[in-house]
């Protein structure tokens, strides 16, 4: 049965066939599953067990599996040390230690076997223990019993090495809290590499002792410190997750040459950015005393960040300082490079024995993609995956972020449907195929703040999570949402706020009016897609993002919803009656909407802009209830009339304040219904 919530009231219609059949709330979706007979109790007896290999991590990943059973259960447990592997409701046996540093391609596989008296986890090594212990947390569930476990055989193992989350701190500061519950989010679902964008054109985010001028000139205050640094890796770590940083060079380097000029291209002064975009400044790439300040900037990076890889960015160059110096110009002709793509090229090559000599491998985005590159180098494709097939043939691992940009406000069934071995990779061999790594989500943080990052990388990322873990042939996209839900009821459970978010801002945004009525409007509408808001206003880093756009979820649900009700009243495969009530019951709402949110959009500078918003909704509702009404009686509508609607739905579809109204479609195909098309 599919729930729909509105208001005051919970709507059921059957909508998708065989919808009520058990299915476990798994995500990603284990490798191999085999079902047992019976369940797990969980109450207060439960206890916990470490047998074999033992180490502090472990031990701290326990006191952590208990307090979230029991935020999970609301049953308290037992605070004693862990039982011994007899007495133990869950036995967690541990073959070996894992890499003081985790690497790349470490042993994540584990196995949980669960009967109605007891559970065995088993993994080679923590990695595997942590990855099986979110699996537990989300086979528990209420029943009529109690809280259980269903008994299960589980064999699991993530499909790629590398499944990362990249998170923009620059444009907009992210605070250590921030931080540390998006990795609490990425564990809860088996992601396992951290991507923290530490510099770009708008501020240098790590302290740096070296060169205290980066903080002083280029931070605006908002850094992390080392000791931070230092507590956020192990935080990570304690939750199997590598931390990866990026500091972007040529391009994207404003902040550091506010502080250090004299590694420009052109003379400064220089400013921290405050708007968006690809702007000018570059580091220019042909003195010697560049590449011996970047091997001393290195040099203090690396040693805050044990891992292998080091990220050096290098997208979006326009060169246009390049072409305006002349004696850059003459170090091209005398060195036969022929454009600006053979100079980063240079610059790559320069940057990266430095980068090797510290100890790292070098990660770039695609544009480091040139001729002559170390085969060690990775590259991370996000302008798609031709990018991405090109590197694998040329005998480079590669990255796909491509599909997979969270900032975009695509849905989760879109970047579901993005697979880093599908498309242009689709025909690479074994050996090329080898070469992706995996794929990274990207939150980069122009129109994002500590207030609502979060709903806007949650729970979307899941899916992502999904299509990086579980096997290629997982592809229910019904199943995904389904299951997504909840994931994210599970993540709300981490104290994430992602649902909290939402309503406090909308709470602000009514004031001292009801909020139901706009959060009726917030539910039906989406942030506009791609680069939109780029086009729509004039936005800067002070610009204070607290209007509808920015307290909306990047995707509806009940768009999605009210759009499966719609096709099970049309097509005939499943309760047409039931589902046709429920479509006037949203009808109905949303008509009467509009009168009930007129006070506060009449009485608020952050809320009148919606008014047109507002007025459509209600007129979608009139208008899907028109049409309602002459399917029902089996009476075509007018010709004018059916007109004047396709004109009104094409207005209607068009953004207004930065938002689309997500059920334009589905009432359009009732009004094509009535018509007989």
Partial sequence: MKILTLGSWIMICAVVPGAARAELNLMPQPAQI??????????????????????????????RFVSRLEHLTGIPLSAEPPAVGSEATLEIATT??????????????????????????????PL?????????????????????????????????????TMLDVSRHWMPVPVVERTIDAMAAVKLNVFHWHLSDDQGFRVESKRFPKLLELGSDGHFYTQQQIHEVIEYARDRGIRVVPEFDMPGHATALLVAHPELASLPGPYSIERHWGIFDPAIDPTRDETYQFLDGLIAEMTSLFPDEYFHIGGDEVNGKQWGANPRIQSFMRQHGVKDNAGLQAH????????????????????????????????VQSWRGQKSLAEAARL???????????????????????????????????????????????????????????????????????????????VKDTASMYRRLA???????????GISASHELMLERLAGNHPVGPLSALSDVVEPVKEYAREEARLYTSFTPLNRLVDATRPESDVAREFALLVDGMLTGTTDRQNCRAEVRHWLEHWRANHALLEPSLQGSFLLEELTPLSKDL???GTVGLEALDYFESGRKPPGAWIQQQLAFFEAAGKPRAELLLMIVPSVQKLVEAAAGR
């Fill in 34 to 63: 085999t079902a047992g007979q019976g369940k797990l109790k969980i109450d207060q007896s439960f206890r916990l067990a470490l047998t074999g290999y033992h180490e502090p991590r472990l031990e701290r990943a326990c006191a």
């Fill in 347 to 378: 610059f790559n090559s320069r940057l990266q024995p430095i980068v090797t000599g510290h100890g790292k491998k070098v990660i770039g985005w695609d544009e480091v993609l040139a001729p002559g590159l170390p085969k060690d180098i990775v």
């Fill in 618 to 620: 209600s007129a979608l």
């Fill in 395 to 473: 005998g480079y691992m590669g990255i796909l972020s491509a599909g997979y940009y969270l900032d975009l406000m695509h849905s989760a069934s879109y970047h579901y449907s993005v697979d880093p071995l599908e498309g242009e990779t689709a025909g690479l061999n074994d050996s090329e195929r080898s070469r992706i790594l995996g794929g990274e989500a990207a939150m980069w943080a122009e129109y994002v703040t500590p207030e609502n990052v979060e709903m806007r990388i949650w729970p979307r990322n899941a899916a992502i999570a999904e299509r990086l873990w579980s096997p290629q042939t």
């Fill in 128 to 164: 595997g223990v942590l990855r099986g212990m979110e699996t537990f947390l989300q086979l528990v569930e209420a029943d009529k019993d109690g809280f259980s476990a269903p008994a299960i055989d589980i064999n699991d193992r993530p499909r790629f090495a590398w499944r990362g």
């Fill in 486 to 496: 909840a994931v994210r009821r599970e993540l709300d459970r981490l104290d994430l």
């Fill in 96 to 125: 070996a230690g894992s890499s003081p540093v985790q690497k790349l391609g470490e042993d994540e596989s584990y196995r949980l076997e669960v009967t109605s008296t007891r559970a065995r986890l088993t993994a080679a090594n």
